[in-house]
Each structure stands twice: as structure tokens, then as C-alpha cells.
């Protein structure tokens, strides 16, 4: 039974914090404000986007489930079996945000059945992937027509005045795994791992931001992921020369937008002894840039990363070649910190360019709203275990809006939901 992913919709909150008005931030420190324009300019990030007051991982997730169930009947959406979040920014280490999104979504409207199971994963920024991947396993065995919900969602946020807080974000993407899929049917036979245990990037529990080793995580980055492309390339039984000739679409996970450029060049050269001239070309004909775009604007969403490139990717090359991009073949690779890659293959369906009409990406990504300096440092300073919600300004939230009301004095967290 083929299974994969039948549709993809993205939800990124709309407070900006332009980098270029980071660096007048630091204008009165000379050392720090050097130290940023160097990550920026190593980055080739632009902008982060960031939540609302009244956002969380589990709002966003909530909003991105939203818009993609929006687009499909009653009778597809009472056929979930299946609700899997993947976020390494959890809001409570023993309820899924599954459990809250499912209730949320019924509180909606949507007829989201009982006879479901709802769990999460966590490996970092892989999350996400792991989530398709277990979702996608499970419809396999399951009945014809039973259908599953995987959402990435996540907050990325550092430490002020290091080179990471140009590389924070926020977002999710939700995805509806299907057998007979409208959009990238998936080829799990052939998924290639690797995995190490190491320590490049952790987040001690009860801490809100992470611990970074810069380098050293860049490094496991570019090694684990050719690590599990070699792999895949074994579970196919080609050669690695052969199977990127053969890929149109590549992925990435993108923690910021050159490293995903640096890593697939260093493949070609290694494995195509491609120069600059020609890897740059190879790129070019495959749209590569297409795919990293969205991570310059909106930062890193951590497990929805990878997706957000993927959606925006065929978008682009849908808007391009139009029903011409049905039978491409698209390679993702995901990477999570702590660590593991997994390398996966997917074919673009006949049913993908009537899903992909369906899209309105340039809503999704370009409705910012250029936040306030007070507002973003609210955000870092702000503890996301105690900070209490919309409290008295749920009014203010727009219309078909889920928002987190408040945190009760035993820290169970409470959702409402803007009609």
C-alpha cells in the first residue's frame, strides 16, 4: 500500500523583527554589533518571526491544523485515525500538544473523531520527520481510506547577543498523511539513517532556551546527513552519483539559509566532482533556492523547517512548470540535534497539481507586521512556563484565532478559540 503526504498548509505568526534593526539595537556596542553582522552575513538570514503574547507551540499547531483540514470535506476529516505533533519545544512533559489540538480543533467545529490516537515525538529539529514517518507506517497497516494529521510545530529562541538569535523563528506546518495521496507519495522502504550520540545542541529540562555548540553542531549537520543519504543510497541499491542525477526536488532541514546550500554542494563535489560552476547549475535547473527562501524571512522553525522549504519548493516549481512537475522526484533530508538524519524519497502524484492549486503560500508568508523593539523583548524575556495568556485581551485576537488564555495556578495550560 503506497502512502504519503496528501496536503501541506503553513501557519507563521506575524510579529517581524527585521535584522537590520537588530544591528541599530546594537549600535551603542561596537563588539556586539559586530559579532551580529558577522552572523548575519554567515547566515544569510533577513528576518526572524516570533509570537504573539497569546501564541504558543500548540495555538500555532492548532492554526496550521486549521487551515489544511479547511480544505477538506467532513467525511475526510472524520477519517483521521491519527494526530501526531513533532516538537522539540513541548509545552508539558507528559500531555501531548496532540491532545490539546485535537479538542481545540472539535471546539472549532471540525468533526475530529474520538476513535483516534494522539501522541508526540521529540528528536530536536527531526521531530517533525519522525512524526510522518511513524503516521505513514501506521496507515500502512491500517484500513483503505483512514487518514493521518502531523504537525510540526516550534519555537526557536537564544540567548540576546549571540550569533544564534538571528537564526530564531517560530511556525508550524501541518500535513495530512494519506494512502492514495494528493501530493508526495513517499517511499519508506528506501529511508536512509544515521544517528550518533553526541552533544552539539540540548535544552536541559525546565530551561527555555537551548545550549548551542555552534561549529561542532554544523559539523554533525553535514556529516549525518550525507551519512543517512549514503544509506538511502544502500537501501536502493544505486549509486550515490546515480540517485542525485535522478533527484529533481532536494529539501533540506534549514537551522539558517546557506548551511543546506553548503552541505548539498559539498555532496556534489564529492560525489559528482562537481566544480562551482557546475554545482551552482545543477542547483539552478533543480530550484534549489526556492526551498530556502522562506527560512531567510521567517528563521527556523525546528521540525516544521524542512516542510516549510518542501511546500514552498513545489509551489515554486509548480508555478513554473505547472502539471509538468507530476513524477518528479524529490529527496528530503532532515536532521535533528543530539542526533539523526534520515534521508527520504518521494515522487510528486497526479493528483499533486490540483492539491497545490488549492494554495495561497504568499498569505502564509507574507503577512508580516513589523514588530515593536518592546515587543520582541518581551518575547525573549518572557518564561514560557508562567506567562499568563491572552488574559483580559482576548477581544483584540482576529477572528478564527486558537489563543492561549491563561495558565492555571497547577500550570495546566487552557486554549480559546476566536470565532
Keep these: ?101 485535537s479538542g481545540m480543533l472539535r471546539e472549532a467545529g471540525y468533526p475530529i473523531p474520538e476513535s483516534i490516537a494522539t501522541f508526540q515525538t521529540q528528536h530536536a529539529c527531526a521531530s517533525g520527520t519522525l512524526s510522518l514517518l511513524g503516521v505513514n507506517a501506521l496507515l500502512a497497516q491500517s484500513r483503505p481510506g483512514d487518514r493521518g494529521l502531523v504537525i510540526c510545530t516550534d519555537v526557536a529562541r537564544y540567548e540576546q547577543g549571540t550569533s544564534a538569535e538571528v537564526t530564531q523563528g517560530a511556525g508550524a506546518v501541518a500535513m495530512i498523511a494519506e494512502q492514495d495521496c494528493g501530493l508526495l507519495e513517499l517511499d519508506m522502504r528506501s529511508a536512509g539513517y544515521a544517528s550518533r550520540d553526541v552533544d552539539d545542541f540540548f535544552r536541559p529540562v525546565g530551561e527555555s532556551k537551548p545550549r548551542v555548540r555552534g561549529k561542532f553542531s554544523m559539523e554533525m549537520y553535514r556529516e549525518t546527513i550525507e551519512s543517512a543519504f549514503l544509506d538511502h543510497c544502500r537501501q536502493l541499491d544505486r549509486d550515490p552519483r546515480e540517485v542525485l542525477r535522478s533527484t529533481d526536488l532536494f529539501a533540506f532541514h534549514a537551522p539558517f539559509h546557506r548551511l543546506p546550500r553548503e552541505t548539498l554542494k559539498a555532496i556534489l563535489a564529492k560525489y559528482l566532482d562537481l566544480g562551482e560552476h557546475e554545482s551552482e547549475e545543477f542547483l539552478r535547473e533543480r530550484d534549489f533556492d526556492a526551498s530556502l527562501a522562506p527560512a531567510a524571512q521567517c528563521g527556523n522553525l525546528y521540525s516544521g523547517s524542512l516542510f516549510l522549504g518542501l511546500t514552498h519548493l513545489l509551489h515554486h516549481r509548480f508555478a513554473k512548470v505547472g502539471p509538468a512537475i507530476v513524477g518528479q522526484r524529490a529527496l528530503l533530508l532532515s536532521y535533528g540535534s543530539g542526533n539523526v538524519a534520515v534521508a527520504l524519497s518521494g515522487t510528486v502524484t497526479e493528483k499533486a497539481p490540483q492539491t497545490m492549486a488549492k494554495w495561497d503560500l504568499d498569505r502564509d508568508l507574507n503577512h508580516a507586521h513589523d514588530a515593536d523593539l518592546s515587543d520582541y523583548d518581551a518575547w525573549m524575556a518572557a518564561d514560557e512556563h508562567s506567562h499568563r495568556g491572552a488574559n483580559g485581551d482576548a477581544a483584540t485576537i482576529p477572528a478564527d484565532s486558537f489563543y492561549l488564555s491563561g495558565i492555571r495556578e497547577d500550570g495546566y495550560r487552557l486554549y480559546g478559540w476566536q470565532s
Design 1 to 101: 500500500m503506497t502512502t504519503g503526504i496528501g496536503d501541506v498548509a503553513v501557519y507563521i505568526p506575524r510579529l517581524l523583527m527585521r535584522l537590520n534593526r537588530l544591528l541599530d539595537r546594537y549600535a551603542p556596542n561596537p563588539t556586539v554589533r559586530g559579532f551580529i553582522e558577522r552572523a548575519i552575513e554567515k547566515t544569510g538570514q533577513i528576518g526572524v518571526r516570533f509570537p504573539h503574547h497569546w501564541e504558543d507551540s500548540v495555538t500555532m499547531a492548532a492554526q496550521a491544523a486549521l487551515r489544511v483540514l479547511g480544505r477538506m470535506s467532513d467525511k475526510a476529516v472524520a477519517s483521521l485515525r491519527f494526530v501526531a505533533v513533532g516538537t522539540e519545544t513541548g509545552t508539558d512533559m507528559a500531555k501531548p500538544i496532540a491532545s490539546h489540538v
